[in-house]
């Protein structure tokens, strides 16, 4: 393997972890907002 195809794999592997807890994250807020709306769950307003 040439240091140019290491280096671009180095790059990916250092990458990839952040990428998929970020995407995860997303996937699971977006995912839970579409659960508490299809319940019809309502946002809780302070009264002041």
């Known amino acids: 393997?040439?240091?140019l195809?290491?280096?671009i794999w180095t790059v990916l592997g250092y990458l990839a972890m952040?990428?998929?807890f970020?995407?995860?994250f997303v996937g699971v807020?977006?995912?839970s907002l579409f659960v508490l709306?299809?319940?019809g769950a309502k946002s809780i307003?302070?009264?002041t």
Request: no cysteine; charged share 15%.
């Open 1 to 3: 393997m040439s240091a």
């Open 37 to 39: 709306k299809m319940l």
């Open 22 to 24: 970020i995407v995860g």
């Open 45 to 47: 307003q302070s009264k």
């Open 18 to 20: 952040p990428t998929i």
């Open 5 to 7: 195809e290491s280096m």
């Open 29 to 31: 807020a977006a995912t």
